[in-house]
């Protein structure tokens, strides 16, 4: 469709400027302007011609006669003006074969945009914060961020995946203070990161408890300046003990590490993701003090009650925090340190940042501040924002334990396909192997099908349900197209036989697949995909009931159909890849 899109407009665009003296519209404007009608009665293409009528001093009516007189292109069957609107309608036939003939030939790189060679993106995703629970919350970060990559990766751009992890801060001053309390070296062994998140929110609570006890008799506006801790002076001591080099802290936090990757690692593994770089946080401690010096030395920062900030009233945000008063970094000093890493390393051409839209200050902070320190890459950074997560109603709280994580809610996903499929796959190493790629998928794609931006209420009847718009039912439909092939095996092509409706439909959903990718890497929007596989699996699912395949008569139609079949299998194994779901060919 783009390619008879872009077609279209160009010969508008210069119909226009032959027509309309001294009146120029480029062909990008007129693609922009040309819808495609929500009503298949109406057309397969559109031009409304109410905003031309200001530019061209004629009537919407008269603009459209005009332009139809002149519109010659064969793909279309029809030229008609209807109201104000210049209707095209296509040559079915004709255009199925070139869009499948289109499909079967580029293969897996039908829909690429091809526009990322020779440059390079850098993603931050995912990026959990050990010792604190890997919880649904980050989801987003995740699925968004490798879709993002992977779309990237698919319009030819050469891309660096980057966990950033947060493996330091004042939180394992508390969990080596908790460790040396009550810890248990076999029960962290066996427990991971779960015995980790126990330690370090029971240190929190009787952090919270030692400081409420410390204030109890006090008038309430007094409390907040007078709360004090023995347990929370520890904590801190730890931490200092740890910036400086303490051998035996040095080993704890590296073992703390490496415990909660070890279990990250399963998470990704179940959702088919790798990363190129794991630098965390703690990797830019040395490389914070140059960065911290340029500041200073082209006077930007300024001291304000002994902390070191850069003010940014001037751009209406919130002054930015570089310095505590004890000298100790903060979470920007960090990301600037990292960002001027990464572009020494990768040189890259874009920086995307996926976290919550609650940072979206800490990034538009620190990207300004890079553009003040003179920066000439300091608009190759993108933060890309998303919503909240909740399920069932349930909220989180990262502090009290109260979290729903990630790692349990696929297990459960996983679990309730299990109990669905059993009864169809008795061997148990199948069925799981099925239920895991389809209880992950199915979160997957629930969470992939709102917009980025939206608040999200998680129910899982709904993300595991067969007939509503999931992501079992796209997998279904995916492993259909993979039965029919199978039983079809012989050689198909597309022919000449003439083609019926629910045909026409599909190839018009499958030629719209490269703008839907294009949209999505220009947006950062990934549930442009997903809404994209509604699409493609309602096109298939009403052609496969209306139209015989296997057991058509007409051995050409037959033919067509066959591939037809092939081209939707093809585009929708990509499609479904590039949102991070896996494509098993039965289910
Ligand atoms: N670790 C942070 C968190 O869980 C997210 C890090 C995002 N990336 C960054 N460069 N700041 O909130």
């Known amino acids: 469709m783009l390619i008879l899109k872009k077609k279209t407009a160009k010969i508008i665009a210069d119909l226009i400027a032959g027509n309309f003296p001294g009146c120029t519209l480029t062909e990008d404007e007129v693609f922009g302007m040309l819808e495609y009608p929500p009503d298949a009665k109406m057309g397969d293409l559109a031009l409304p011609c109410f905003r031309l009528s200001k530019t061209l001093h004629r009537s919407p009516m008269d603009i459209a006669k005009i332009l139809a007189d002149g ?3 064969d793909e279309f069957s029809s030229v008609d003006v209807a109201g104000g609107y210049l209707n095209f309608r296509i040559d079915g036939t004709a255009f199925a074969h070139r869009v499948v003939g289109d499909v079967l030939e580029k293969g897996d790189k039908y829909g690429s945009p091809m526009n990322g060679e020779g440059k390079t993106v850098v993603l931050d995703y995912s990026s959990p914060n050990v010792a604190k629970p890997f919880h649904i919350g980050h989801l987003g970060t995740t699925v968004i961020g490798h879709s993002l990559k992977l779309l990237h990766e698919f319009a030819g ?36 990161v779960d015995e980790l998140v126990a330690l370090y929110v029971r240190i929190n609570n009787e952090i919270k408890a030692e400081e409420d006890a410390s204030v109890a008799g006090l008038p309430e506006e007094e409390k907040a300046h007078n709360k004090k801790s023995a347990l929370g002076d520890a904590a801190r001591a730890e931490f200092a003990k ?53 500041l200073r030395d082209m006077g930007i920062l300024e001291i304000d009650d002994g902390a070191s900030i850069v003010n940014l009233d001037k ?6 925090l570089i310095l505590k008063r004890d000298g100790t970094t903060l979470y920007p000093t960090r990301d600037i340190a990292a ?6 390393t990768y040189k890259f051409d874009k920086a995307i940042y996926v976290t919550s839209a609650a940072q979206s200050l800490h990034f538009a902070q620190w990207f300004k501040v890079v553009e003040l320190m003179g920066y000439d890459w300091f608009d190759k ?18 502090r009290t334990g109260n979290v729903i994580l990630l790692k349990d809610l696929f ?34 794609f629930y969470y992939l099908s709102n917009n980025r931006m939206r608040d999200i209420n998680f129910m899982m009847e709904d993300a595991l349900s067969f007939d509503g718009n999931t992501g079992p039912y796209a997998q279904y439909t995916y492993a259909r197209t993979c039965s029919v092939l199978e039983k079809a095996g012989a050689s198909y092509e597309m ?17 719209r697949f490269p703008e839907r990718i294009e949209d999505a890497i220009e947006q950062y929007e990934p549930s442009l995909v997903t809404r994209y596989i509604l699409d493609l699996c309602a096109a298939y699912n009403g052609f496969y009931h209306d139209c015989k395949i296997l057991t058509c008569e007409d051995e050409k139609l037959k033919s067509s159909r066959i591939a037809l079949t092939a081209a939707t299998s093809r585009v929708l194994k990509t499609a479904l890849t590039l949102i991070c779901m896996q494509t098993p060919e039965k289910i």
């Open 495 to 511: 022919t000449d036989a003439p083609l019926a409706q629910p045909e026409f439909e599909l190839a018009k959903v499958l030629s």
């Open 71 to 73: 519109i010659r292109i």
């Open 339 to 344: 960002a001027v890493y990464r572009q020494q």
């Open 381 to 398: 950074l993108v933060h890309v924002p998303y919503g909240t997560v909740s399920i069932n109603g349930a909220k989180l709280a990262t």
């Open 411 to 444: 297990a459960e996903a996983i679990s309730r396909v299990y109990d669905i499929t059993k009864e169809k796959h008795p061997d148990p190493a199948e069925c799981q192997s099925i239920a895991e790629k389809v209880g992950v998928g199915a979160i997957i």
């Open 242 to 294: 740890l910036e400086h080099n303490d051998p035996e802290n040095i080993e704890l936090w590296k073992w703390f590490v490496s415990v909660s990757l070890e279990e990250y690692q399963k998470t990704y593994k179940l959702l088919g993701i790798s990363f190129d770089s794991y630098k965390g946080e703690s990797f830019y401690t040395d490389k914070m003090p140059a960065q911290v010096q340029k």
């Open 315 to 320: 751009y209406n945000m919130p002054v930015c």
């Open 157 to 192: 751009y050469k891309c660096v995946g980057i966990n950033y992890l947060g493996d330091w801060g004042t939180q394992f001053g508390k969990l080596i203070v908790a460790y040396k309390l009550w810890g248990d070296k076999e029960k962290v062994e066996k427990g991971g």
